[in-house]
């Protein structure tokens, strides 16, 4: 083997190759749909929300006529009447000029009561949160997103206690809120100002809808339970008779999941195959070389078999030499998928997520294509006599 | 008291080669005592290789029996076969045969190798005394491709001695080689055979036969004469006769 190490090298090469691309192929799959778990989990794991109009899967229908409003106070029923419904706010949002430590920025504000907090499981690093008092007052304080803040004050300062100019209307910052990233969706969860639902709706819109009602259920079996409640409550408050659709969709967090979840599975199954393909490739190449390495020395084998060698002796020669080419190949492999992974990530900036599972499959693959091609031909040619492998060319 | 080491009775061996039908060997009977150096001629075609390659348990005969030291070959299975190649036979080819790129000592080894009894350090001793009895010790880490035709030959000489086989056989010894070193070829066989060591050995030169006891001689697949050699030759004698070399 060490006779001849480009050979060994070259057949490593094909189990590398494949085992290294099924390793970070499979690792970008799963970081992506990782990544979108994690991003569809951030808006609450048990949350439901409601949306104005009826959406079909695909386009928005909107119906002449009927109300296609959702209010604060289809939210406070919602809150009052639904048992399997824990927490509730209503949402609006507007874009806005912010103006504050001699900068100024475009974001949206989003006003919301505190279950809103809770239901997107947000954290203040700074501050306080605003209070109902705070709501029922209109008063006008703030929690500030990171991202807004780099872009007033400078990255990491802690704006808490100054006024800002939002739309012109003098806000106190009162919070500022946790990190979180961008989420799968594209967006800069950070790029955002809170303010009171009260605040938002009086003092900068001018109608009393809503442009989302978000909600969380008590638990996760019972989100179905609190969807019906949610859509029969509604229904009744927008008059619906039994024969009219819903005017409002409600959607939860299982609904967005499965979409993104299934681009997810494609991109998923598109990325497994190519490394499938890889690890097929790898797989051929050592059978050829073993193939030919196997002709080549069957005089060799000859010579070794009128010296007394029996076919148990060839067979473990042969096997222990393919063992140790698919496992030395194996573990640069896994290396090198690892550290391809990693540089994908660092440089694509992409999420990416190795599996032990992609792992344990390349390696047991490659030691299998390994083990089966160097015992096959050798097999084949124990089982000569040793004059007609003497003389084989 | 069974004195033949080998006894050969009615051995045929027939193969087919695309189309033709090759009749090798055709009924061939012999006995060789432990002792003897058998040297075996004959015209190319004539059997002689077929016979020794089946001997030697290299091939399978179609027909016949053979018994070796008493042993009916016949009888055992692939892996008994191999065993005798190891212990009890030990042969010498006409291109040597000897692994490249594997120093000479490790060539010498490589029948120890497949010896279950006997240990790894044993190995290494055995093999360069084995290397040694044939003059080739300061060659013992040499690759093939450092050493003359003769001395890969010696280094095949030693690979089959390194068992302490009953017998020696080889096929065309010393058809790749020069006079001078057949002669010192044959002078090794000399030695081994006053030792006591059966041999049994294939040549087309009639002066190499001369160096054995008794020749046998195949035609067309059987055997037409076996004789005593009368004026044996002595390597040491037509080394001296030969015209002097300027060497080393």
């Known amino acids: 083997m060490s006779k001849n190490k480009l050979r060994t090298f070259l057949t490593m090469l094909g189990i590398i190759i494949g085992v290294a691309s099924v390793i970070a192929m499979l690792a970008i799959g799963e970081g992506s749909r990782q990544n979108i778990q994690a991003s569809v989990a951030s808006l609450g794991i048990n949350s439901v929300i409601i949306f104005p109009g009826a959406v079909s899967t695909g386009g928005v229908r909107l119906e002449a006529g009927t109300s296609t409003h959702l209010t604060r106070q289809d939210a406070e029923a919602i809150s009052m009447r639904a048992p399997s419904v824990e927490y509730v706010s209503p949402v609006v949002q507007k874009g806005v000029q912010v103006v504050g430590g001699s900068q100024n920025w475009r974001t949206m504000i989003i006003g919301v009561l505190n279950d809103y907090f809770t239901i997107r499981s947000l954290n203040v690093v700074s501050g306080a949160f605003f209070s109902s008092q705070d709501d029922r007052a209109a008063a006008k304080v703030c929690l500030i997103g990171q991202t807004v803040v780099a872009n007033l004050y400078g990255e990491g300062m802690d704006p808490v206690g100054q006024m800002i100019r939002i739309d012109n209307i003098p806000f106190k910052i009162i919070g500022m809120l946790e990190k979180k990233g961008q989420n799968s969706f594209g967006q800069d969860q950070d790029d955002v100002i809170l303010a009171p639902f009260s605040t938002v709706q009086k003092r900068m819109l001018s109608t009393t809808n809503v442009n989302s009602i978000i909600c969380s259920a008590v638990s996760e079996n019972q989100i179905d339970q609190a969807t019906d409640e949610i859509s029969f409550i509604l229904r009744e408050r927008h008059k619906l008779t039994a024969a009219e659709d819903n005017d409002f969709s409600v959607r939860t967090q299982t609904d967005i999941s499965n979409i993104f979840g299934s681009i997810s599975k494609v991109l998923t199954i598109l990325l497994a195959s190519i490394a499938s393909i890889s690890l097929l490739v790898g797989g051929i190449g050592i059978m050829n070389i073993m193939l030919v390495s196997v002709t080549e020395r069957t005089r060799e084998i000859g010579i070794r078999m009128a010296v007394g060698a029996k076919s148990k002796d060839i067979l473990i020669q042969f096997m222990i030499e393919s063992i140790f080419i698919s496992f030395l190949g194996g573990v640069i492999g896994i290396s090198l998928g690892i550290i391809t992974s990693g540089l994908v990530a660092r440089f694509g900036g992409w999420p990416v997520t190795v599996t032990l599972y992609s792992i344990l499959l390349s390696f047991i693959f490659s030691a299998a294509v390994g083990l089966f091609f160097g015992w096959y031909p050798a097999r084949k040619a124990a089982s000569l006599n040793p004059i007609d492998a003497l003389h084989y060319e | ?248």
């Open chain 2, 1 to 248: 008291m069974e004195t033949s080491l080998i006894k050969v009775k009615d051995l045929v061996r027939t193969y087919t080669m695309g189309e033709v039908v090759v009749n090798a060997l055709r009924g061939v009977s012999l006995e060789i005592n432990k002792g003897d150096f058998t040297a075996i001629m004959g015209a190319s075609g004539s059997g002689k290789s077929t016979f020794m390659n089946i001997i030697g348990c290299l091939d399978k005969a179609t027909k016949g029996e053979y018994y070796l030291d008493g042993q009916d070959v016949f009888q055992l299975d692939h892996n008994q076969l191999a065993e005798l190649r190891n212990r009890k036979i030990g042969f010498i080819f006409q291109s040597f045969n000897i692994l490249s790129r594997t120093s000479a000592l490790e060539n010498v080894e490589l029948p120890l190798l497949y010896n279950n009894k006997v240990a790894s350090k044993e190995r290494r001793e055995r093999a360069f005394a084995a290397l040694k009895s044939v003059g080739l010790a300061d060659r013992a880490n040499h690759m093939p491709n450092e050493l003359s035709g003769g001395q890969q030959q010696r280094v095949a000489i030693a690979r089959a001695l390194v068992n302490e086989p009953l017998v020696i056989m080889a096929d065309e010894p010393t058809g790749n080689l020069d006079s001078r070193t057949s002669y010192e070829i044959m002078g090794i066989f000399e030695t081994l055979n006053n030792k006591g060591i059966t041999i049994v050995m294939v040549t087309h030169e009639p002066d190499i036969a001369q160096f054995a006891s008794n020749n046998i001689i195949f035609k067309d697949g059987k055997i037409i004469s076996n004789n005593p050699v009368i004026n044996r030759k002595s390597a040491e004698d037509e080394i001296k006769k030969l015209p002097p070399v300027d060497k080393e």
